[in-house]
């Protein structure tokens, strides 16, 4: 009976060890043949070649008036007098606005008078004065003939130095009275705005009758804009870091919104030194400077306030080797350094360089018999499309430019992959 057990438990552990094998096997062919299956990872491609690029910044904004005056009324008082209209051609020196001149021509005629008033009492002083000093003269005479004594000749010298005086001090006033005049003749005539310059009334904000405060004490009403609309200019925000690119004299071409297909030559005129910071202290801190840009063709449907999108070419190079903008990558220093020769490699790891490992470096993926060789390059100026390879890269050589997830984070050195026309990769690894 022992035996017989014995022999039950033989079988059945053949049985089980058999069956582990069978397990193995099958897991064994099962990634033999999945690996099989396996191309790679579905790529495109494009040769390393030379080109000529010209490096841009883009930025957006709106279109103003190269010129344009904003008017404001210097003195208080009812609008009787508005021949003008928005949209209006005007000419220089042009009536815009005439405001109630009743209280200052009042004020005018009350000054004058008070001037006449002055005057004629400075008339009746000098009189005086000469009068007086007649009698001093005549008390000198008799003083030196002994007909006339101190007392009498002190007292003719005080009334001749009092009249003097009083003679000064209605110069005095009749200085006054005549600025008095002055400002109350130049306020009668600040009720009548004319045109500073030949320009279109590109904005009006009042109405015939309606009462407009002067900008003695404050602001002012804003009354209208005078625009020369034959000289325009796009005006954007370009961010910090691409600010310090930017030079007087850069052209530009510029789309407006409101027409498609049409681009506009410009050239920067003028580059702001201060900065526009808009959500201060927060995650979403923009730092930008305003950035104008004058527009060298003229249309004029184009209107003020219209918004625009900018590219400013700063910079161009002609017959460099340049990649596709996409094939460029960045990844960290362990991985590039992976990828990098050994003689160059303790310039990446080595101890002189730890404060260089956090930052990653640039790399691209280049075909070589169904894998990729991960490559760092040294990189330069770029356009929209294409990035220029200053070293670490050939003329000829074939560059993985899509899909961008898999150049992103997919591939690696190594990697195995299979090249697709444009338009079918992007799926990853084949099942």
Sequence with gaps: MANGKNGKKKTRKKIIWIAIGGIILLLILKSVVCGKRDPGIMVQSEKAARRDITQLVSATGIINPAYQVAITPEVTGEIVELPVKEGERVRKNQLLIRIKPDSYTAQRDRARANLE????TLAMK?????????????????FRSGYANQQELDKMKADLDSSRAQLEAQQGYVQQAQAALKESGESLNKTAIYSPMDGTVSKLNVELGERVLG????QGTDLMTVADLGKMEAIVDVDENDVVLVSIGDTAKIELDAFKNITYNGKVTQIANSAKTTGMGTQE?????????????????????????????????????????????????????????????????GKTSRKKQAKPKEVVFVLD?????????????????????????????????????????????KSKVQTAPKGKAGKGKKN
Aim: aromatic share 6%; hydrophobic share 40%; glycine share 6%.
């Design 215 to 218: 900008s003695g004490f404050s």
């Design 126 to 142: 000098k009189v005086e004065m000469d009068f007086i000093a007649a009698n001093y003269r005549r008390t000198q005479e008799l």
């Design 285 to 349: 801190e923009v730092v930008n400077f305003a950035i104008k840009i004058a527009l060298s063709d003229f249309n004029p449907q184009v209107r003020p306030g219209m918004s625009c999108n900018a590219d400013i070419e700063v910079e161009t190079k002609d017959n460099v080797l340049a990649v596709p903008i996409q094939s460029v990558t960045a990844r960290s220093e362990e991985a590039a350094a992976a990828a990098t020769p050994d003689s160059s490699r303790e310039l990446i790891v």
């Design 369 to 413: 018999k169904g894998t990729v060789a991960m490559k760092e390059v040294k990189i330069g100026i770029s356009d929209n499309e294409f990035i220029e390879v200053t070293s670490g890269l050939k003329e000829g050589e074939e560059v993985v430019s899509g899909p961008y997830r898999a150049i992103s984070s997919e591939l690696q050195d």
């Design 117 to 120: 008033s002055s005057q004629a």
